[in-house]
């Protein structure tokens, strides 16, 4: 199960910073991720961590912006999301799969319940 928190409303070129707590099994070993969907839009990819060498992957939207790290004592992955924009603006998700990095959200078997992002202009 994971468990996603932190988000809230904050002004443009504010911070935020999420948190995706896992329970239930151990996501040490597998490929993290944070997706998000705005109103009327489909889920997009923000980024992605993945295990063991703890390797980055982010959109070009965010990248520069935000930053995704994991803490395997803690069995968690955070997302630092700097300088946010209007357009940022949407429910976060983490997933998790047992293998390599993917861009795509149908190759994630673990999803939390999401977090809202509002970025007021």
């Known amino acids: 199960k994971l468990q996603a928190s932190g988000g809230g409303l904050v002004q443009a070129g504010g911070s935020l910073r999420l948190s995706c707590a896992a329970s239930?099994?151990?996501?040490?070993?597998?490929?993290t991720a944070w997706f998000r969907q705005a109103p009327g839009k489909e889920r997009e990819f923000v980024a992605a961590?993945?295990?063991?060498?703890?390797?980055?992957y982010y959109a070009d939207s965010v990248k520069g912006r935000f930053t995704i790290s994991r803490d395997n004592a803690r069995n968690a992955v955070y997302l630092q999301m700097n300088s946010l924009k209007p357009e940022d603006t949407a429910v976060y998700y983490c997933?998790?799969?047992?293998?390599?990095?993917?861009?795509?959200?149908?190759?994630?078997?673990?999803w939390g319940q999401g977090t809202q992002v509002t970025v007021s202009s």
């Open positions: 997933a998790a799969r047992p293998g390599t990095y993917s861009s795509t959200a149908v190759a994630y078997d673990f």
């Open positions: 239930g099994r151990t996501f040490s070993s597998y490929t």
């Open positions: 961590v993945t295990s063991p060498y703890s390797t980055t």
